[in-house]
């Protein structure tokens, strides 16, 4: 007896459709390493399709008062709260999570990061108008950019989606949206929540794999560009968009420091980073997955933190005791595994270093010590429940080991010196810095880093300020 396969579809003006030439692409739950679903296999007449339709109804939607868009936004977040149950099970089909945390992690923070953006439709402010010439008033106006092409990941799919499209809309923009070809359930099912909200066309959802990104960034009618992603495929983005110049807003890798001085509280401290670093199975581009501890604790500090790890549980989505579930696919589990086979031999696994089971994509949370600076498990970003060491012997050494990667995304610092936190917060070359805690996020506050891990903000507004064009206009007082 063989079940019948879930099958997902694109969203195109309004309509839910097979890519245009009937290819698919097969949906695996981590949790099992079985396939539950197809999904399109979009191609370049589906592209054109979406961006036509986002296109014919970007000019009744720019020109909707902030307040309608408002009441659109307002409406989306309810509807999501209503059908919370719905989108767990997708997301939870989509990436083995636990439901318990899904339920109270994700949903949560999606409803209130929408209707944030709500808000802050109605809260657009510029200079004032002013005469800085005689004889001539001069305004600032802000204005939707136009279509938008966006790109979600597969570690955090709705909430992704989320911080993508809720300021788009907002702002009064159109969009064309790709969730990862490996997790675009609970998507999907976005769209007909949304579908059954906002006008055809404003809102589209395109299945597919890398090729169909890149034909939507190559596409001529967007105007914006705005991927969550690695940073190769983030340079990628910017390659393609630099061709006919649209902007482009890239939220790339992390490799976050989390610095630990002496005087930390050891297992306060211990507590809170294992779980910043192992939530979500460490698919999270600003885990706390790269300690550095000062020299004086760093035993204490690491036995602490093997011993957190060998308490910590991975398992299936329905078992309320573990903290994250699979790695996301069977690349990315190759991958993590990669990294801990290729260990130097100075290197130590403290906790875990193996696969959890035959069934599904788990890896055992995992402590490695001995480290050094150039080391490729150091320098580059692992993506899994994986926790590195380092010692440090002064705030000088902190801060070089801390900088010296090529990611920036975010950071944090572990001490009681107030004035210690404050000339690490300066120093330290990251988009976020946290201190005594670690990835709390907050609607209000931007989220968005420097070097290879990308430039533009999400949330706040400053993520909405970067959906919108400036422009200024002058009048004569004369006529």
């Not at 390493?33 to 589906?46: C, I, K, N, W, Y």
């Not at 790709?178 to 997790?183: A, F, L, V």
């Not at 105007?223 to 190769?232: C, E, K, N, P, Q």
Request: aromatic content about 8%; proline content about 5%.
């Amino acid at each position: 007896m063989t079940t019948e396969l879930r099958r997902l579809r694109n969203y195109i003006n309004g309509e839910f459709r097979d890519a245009a030439d009937g290819r698919t692409i097969e949906v695996v739950n981590p949790a099992t390493g079985e396939v539950f679903a197809t999904s399109p296999l979009s191609g370049q007449a589906d592209v054109d399709a979406a961006m036509t339709a986002a296109a014919a109804a970007f000019p009744a939607w720019r020109d909707t008062t902030p307040a309608e868009r408002q009441k659109v936004l307002l409406k989306i977040a309810d509807a999501f709260e209503e059908r919370a149950e719905d989108l767990i099970a997708a997301e939870v089909e989509n990436t083995g999570k636990p439901v318990a945390l899904t339920a109270s992690e994700e949903i949560p923070p999606m409803v209130d990061q929408i209707r944030f953006f709500a808000g802050a439709a109605r809260m657009l402010e510029g200079r004032s108008a002013g005469e800085y010439m005689e004889g001539m008033t001069s305004i600032i106006r802000r204005e939707p950019v136009g279509v938008c092409a966006q790109v979600a990941p597969w570690n955090y799919p709705m909430m992704m989606a989320v911080w993508k499209f809720a300021p788009a809309l907002a702002a009064g923009n159109t969009v064309v949206l790709k969730p990862s070809d490996t997790t675009p359930a609970s998507t999907v099912l976005m769209a007909e929540i949304i579908g059954s909200i906002v006008p055809k066309g404003v809102f589209n959802v395109l299945c597919g794999d890398r090729e169909t990104g890149r034909a939507m960034v190559e596409h001529p009618i967007p105007a914006m560009a705005s991927i969550t992603g690695s940073v190769r495929a983030g340079m990628q983005v910017a390659e393609s968009a630099a061709k006919d110049v649209k902007r482009v807003h890239l939220e790339l890798g992390g490799k976050a420091p989390v610095v630990v001085f002496e005087d930390t509280d050891i297992d306060k401290a211990v507590e809170d980073i294992s779980v910043a670093g192992f939530f979500n199975a460490g698919q999270d581009c600003t885990a706390a997955t790269r300690v550095l501890v000062h020299e004086s604790i760093h035993d204490q500090f690491v036995s602490a933190l093997a011993k957190a790890a060998a308490e910590t549980k991975t398992g299936q989505p329905d078992d309320e005791d573990v903290l994250f579930g699979p790695l996301n696919n069977a690349n990315q589990l190759k991958q993590v595994s990669g990294f801990i086979e290729r260990l130097p031999a100075h290197a130590k696994v403290e906790a875990g270093g193996h696969r959890v089971g035959d069934k599904g994509y788990f890896y055992a949370p995992t402590v490695v010590s001995g480290l050094k600076q150039d080391d490729e498990i150091i320098q580059n970003e692992v993506f899994g429940p994986v926790i590195t060491v380092q010692s440090f012997r002064d705030e000088e050494q902190a801060l070089e080991y801390a900088n010296g990667v090529e990611f920036a995304l975010a950071s944090s610092v572990w001490t009681k010196d107030h004035g210690r936190a404050m000339r690490m917060s300066k120093a330290l070359d990251f988009g976020c810095v946290w201190i005594n805690t670690h990835i709390p996020l907050v609607a209000e506050m931007p989220h968005g880093g420097y070097k290879k891990s990308g430039y533009g903000k999400d949330l706040s507004a400053y993520g909405f300020e970067d959906y919108t064009r400036i422009k200024h206009v002058m009048t004569s007082l004369g006529q």
